[in-house]
């Protein structure tokens, strides 16, 4: 961001020379709001979609209208959790890179709290539902290290923390701070796997897989992202291209899913493209002046909405979903459960956020 402008004021007679200061505000980009709401719609048509896979197990012989509806819903929500790490990379890189190390804490603390306090409330209601695999005790340990499957969907947040922890750390080296015990909570994590399998070895018990770090792929799309999402307005003068070529990568994503392997990994070529031009399409869109604040209302909710969202998926859409559907019957219901997933998400995240608890819950 520009440096602090110092205006020099006109001397006038028997006064000193004065001062004045001024910061010029942050850009608020709204398109990166667009991008957070979409990103939190489409996981969720991801996992609606997901339903209907699982319940002809995945195989089209079993109920091909609800194979077919599910695997396509599952072809267009890939770029979702790239761009997730995407908008991670600009924030601390380019649109809010962190002053000091307080700072920095103040954001893991903020994505931390919500992850924990939901993993808790998803162990909790699957023993309410007795639907645990083991008992609460060893998933809320295992929790601690990674993601436990009645809270599946938060795994990437294992790789989110670790990835703005690390930006920050170079950013803050970089600005001539030292930020110790930051870097000492990535050695930690670093060394983390190597401690609980030399335990493991020594002891002869079994430790808990450990999530806590990232792969290339996220990182990548971190550092490439913030790249993207910081060219200016006019850049990408023709888009025509892009509009082109998103329908061929979901596409391909549909093929992989359904003739290689379910699901296709974040780090496929196909994704990575599906990808780049979700981001070029959205980045820089200017938005009407009369939609920015509802915009940045339902932005703000994103994040709680996707935390909250799959206990509606596993409630309402699980029991209502059939492998016996037609093609139209499968794609009309995937439809209307997706819009009743978001909404009630949406809802519930804008409720806890007038009771000012979006620290706690997202």
């Not at 002053?99 to 209601?125: E, H, K």
Request: charged share 15%.
């Amino acid at each position: 961001m520009p440096n602090d402008i110092a205006v020099l004021l006109p001397q006038q007679k028997g006064s000193p020379v004065q001062e004045q200061t001024a910061a010029p505000a942050r850009e608020h980009r709204f398109d990166i709001d667009l991008m957070r709401l979409i990103c939190s719609a489409t996981i969720m048509l991801g996992h609606v979609g997901a339903q209907f896979i699982v319940s002809t197990g995945n195989d089209p012989a079993n109920g091909s209208g609800s194979y077919w509806a599910g695997h396509v819903a599952e072809a267009i929500n890939p770029f979702a959790v790239p761009m997730y790490f995407a908008i991670a990379g600009w924030a601390v890189l380019v649109g809010a890179p962190p002053r000091d190390g307080a700072r920095m804490w103040q954001r893991v603390v903020r994505n931390t709290v919500p992850l924990f306090v939901w993993t808790a409330v998803y162990l909790v209601w699957a023993w309410l539902r007795n639907r645990n695999d083991r008992p609460m005790t060893e998933l809320a340990a295992d929790s601690l290290f990674a993601s436990v499957q009645p809270a599946y969907h938060l795994w990437f947040m294992y790789n989110y923390i670790p990835i703005i922890m690390l930006l920050a750390f170079a950013m803050l080296i970089k600005a001539g701070k030292r930020p110790y015990k930051l870097g000492a909570v990535l050695l930690g994590m670093a060394v983390l796997p190597s401690v609980l399998t030399t335990v493991a070895e020594v002891t002869d018990r079994e430790m808990p897989s450990v999530a806590w770090g990232f792969s290339t792929y996220s990182l990548v799309y971190a550092v490439g992202g913030a790249l993207l999402f910081a060219l200016p307005a006019g850049v990408v003068r023709k888009r025509w291209p892009l509009y082109l070529a998103l329908p061929l990568t979901m596409a391909g994503a549909l093929w992989y899913n359904t003739q290689i392997h379910y699901v296709m990994p974040n780090s496929h070529l196909f994704v990575a493209a599906m990808s780049i031009c979700v981001l070029l399409l959205i980045s820089r869109v200017r938005i009407p002046e009369k939609r920015q604040p509802l915009l940045k209302k339902l932005a703000n909710a994103a994040l709680g909405a996707y935390m909250v969202h799959v206990l509606f998926v596993e409630e309402i859409v699980a029991p209502l979903v059939s492998p016996d559907l037609s093609g139209p019957a499968a794609g009309l219901l995937l439809a209307g459960l997706v819009v009743t997933v978001m909404v009630l998400s949406f809802a519930t995240s804008l409720l806890w956020g007038k009771l000012n608890l979006r620290r706690l819950l997202g």
